[in-house]
């Protein structure tokens, strides 16, 4: 790794006859030397099993059949502080997207070094060349620099894969390379490389073409200037690191209004009653609460669901998408009805009832007042409950096993506590 930042440090450009020779150079030295190496081996210890049958059976004895790879260093590179593999660097400012979606912003340290002893660096200029990631069309920056400092999709497919061909020359196994694309690339623009990769005697090729997924681990955003004057962001797959060309529309829900009107509705649950309540005011459906019986539950569940679907309508979101995500979740210790309404959970009890408020403010009179589905006092154990008691799962009839306190299914994954 660090190929890109040494041609940096020698002032040679990633795309040029001297970067590719700088290449076949520094490869043939590490391939002759861990040749020499495994002969000394070979020499101690006796050469691989299977030598007098290899390609290599009238050369040297060698220890091992191969000895060099070029291996992605994606990560790795980034402990190591240094550009990733032989790979040019992908821009000289830009956010890394990791993990779950979290961004690292990313400045490269030589150029700013540069730029600095040059007199040149500016913060404004710094932004400027965050917004595209390269400084290939900045005026502002010396031709020199624009001419060493490049980055990835400043180099033509064609300069990418002669580069991986310098270095596949003197490698053993295959060569990590990707070969980017612009957006506009044809079908036949990535034919070719393919045909050249080959005829080169590449092992193997990658190539990616910008803009063809969604997300992306390296990117950059552009800003562009609409007509009107307005500017917008133009996200391909690439993410700024500019905060400054960076406008983000925050959502703020409304302020609880000091009175509303509403119903509570008293739910049948797994866990035992749930009481439901949903207001409005002049502007629609505004809140929701819950309540649980004292047979337990999970009222802290149940809390946070009713404080951010309650946040979600003060903020503007339809209440019908709500009802959409909330029907249908399914909890195991939920009781199943033979009559009525089926609740399978309590946010699919919210769910229902909120729906119910819909109908009822649209006016419609033949819904039933109630959603609560009352048991008959003198069969108090329902079909479920009289399975748990005998040991069989209500679900699917498998024994069920007493762990912590809670009976668990272990072949449908049941289970309930309590």
Known sequence: MGFADLLFMLGVPYDSEEGISIARKIMKTIQDSSKDK??????????????????????????NATTTTIAPT?????????????????ALSFERNVMDNDRLVEVHPYFTKVMQDRGLYSDQLMQQIAANGTVKNIELIPEDLRHIFVTA??????????????????????????????KEATREDVANVFAMAYQTGCKGVTIYRDQSRQAQVLSIRHDENKGDGETVEKTSDIATTSQASRTTAKVTPRQRPDVTMGITEKVKIGCGNL??????????????????????????????TSRLVSMALRSGIDVEVMVEQLKGIRCHSTLRHKEGLKVLSCPDAIGKVLERMIKLKNGEKTVKPKLEIQDNPAQEKSASQKEIKSGNCPDCGSTVSHESGCLVCRNCGFSKCG
């Open 74 to 90: 994606g990560t790795i590179s980034i402990i190591c502080g240094a550009s990733s593999g032989i790979e040019p660097l992908f």
């Open 38 to 63: 495994s002969h000394e081996l070979a020499k101690l210890r006796g050469a691989f099993p299977n030598f007098h049958n290899s390609t290599l059976k009238d050369g040297r004895l060698m220890r």
């Open 275 to 304: 009481y439901i309540t949903v207001n409005y005011d002049e502007n629609g459906i505004c809140e929701v609460f819950t309540n649980l019986g004292r047979a337990g539950g999970c009222p802290s569940q149940s809390e946070a």
């Open 153 to 182: 999709h400043d180099i033509s497919p064609e300069y990418h894969l002669l580069m991986q061909a310098a270095f596949q020359g003197y490698t053993d196994n295959a060569v990590s390379k990707t070969v980017n694309f612009p």
